[in-house]
């Protein structure tokens, strides 16, 4: 009997760690998804603004797409694109006294690659991200812009992983901290584009 007792329970060691060993086989390597939030906008000069000249931030609305690729258990890298909208903009007077408006990256695409770091044996895996960004302006025909064509940026954030039956849903905080001039107007004050995400990553 003891000898019967001792045969099943290697055989139900056996089945576990085949399974185990099964899964992590079919666990998938590269995963697709989108995601979807909003974002305030920190838009801002490190030098002091002329009285006539006005920074106006907003919040905003933001959707993309992304892959996640694997790297190792607990690394990935994440490419994502995605779209942007807010209501953001500059104004000024010039000499007519005349108080003028200008859009700051209204519409815009922003193209980022993240490396992320996670951990992968808890129900909910804690994760930092870190990676550069490139924000392109979509300005109509008819709009004369006062911003460069393309801004660029450093990303890092940290969000939780929840693995569900056929997809993971990740909702993360991450701040984008500009690093150029992005007014092309050399009689402007220097400006930096910042902004803060709140994101709902969804992949399987």
């Known amino acids: 009997m003891k000898k ?26 590269t995963t697709f998804g989108f995601n979807i939030g909003g974002f305030q906008t920190m838009i801002k000069s490190d030098d002091a603004l002329p ?28 490419p994502k694109a995605e779209l942007g909208f807010s209501s953001s ?10 108080n003028i408006s200008k859009p700051i990256y209204n519409t815009h695409l922003e193209f980022m690659t993240h490396m992320v770091w ?31 064509n393309y801004d660029a940026g450093i990303d890092i954030g940290f969000g939780f992983d929840k693995a569900f039956t056929h997809f993971n849903i990740m909702p993360e905080i ?20 910042n902004s803060i995400s709140l994101v709902f990553n969804f992949r399987g």
């Open 118 to 148: 996670r951990r992968s044996d808890l129900k909910i895996n804690p994760y930092v991200l870190i990676g550069p960004s490139i924000r392109v302006p979509l300005t109509k025909e008819n709009e004369i812009s006062i911003t460069n």
């Open 51 to 78: 009285q006539n000249f006005k920074i106006n931030n907003s919040s905003g609305f933001r959707l993309g797409i992304l892959l996640d690729q694997k790297l190792g258990r607990k690394f990935s890298i994440s």
């Open 174 to 193: 991450r701040f984008s901290s500009g690093v150029m001039n992005i007014l092309k107007d050399s009689n402007f004050p220097k400006v930096r584009y």
């Open 89 to 98: 903009d500059v104004s000024f007077s010039q000499e007519t006294d005349i």
């Open 4 to 29: 019967v007792i001792i045969i099943v329970s290697l055989l139900g060691l056996s089945c576990s760690g085949f399974c185990q060993t099964e899964k992590l086989t079919k666990e998938k390597k």
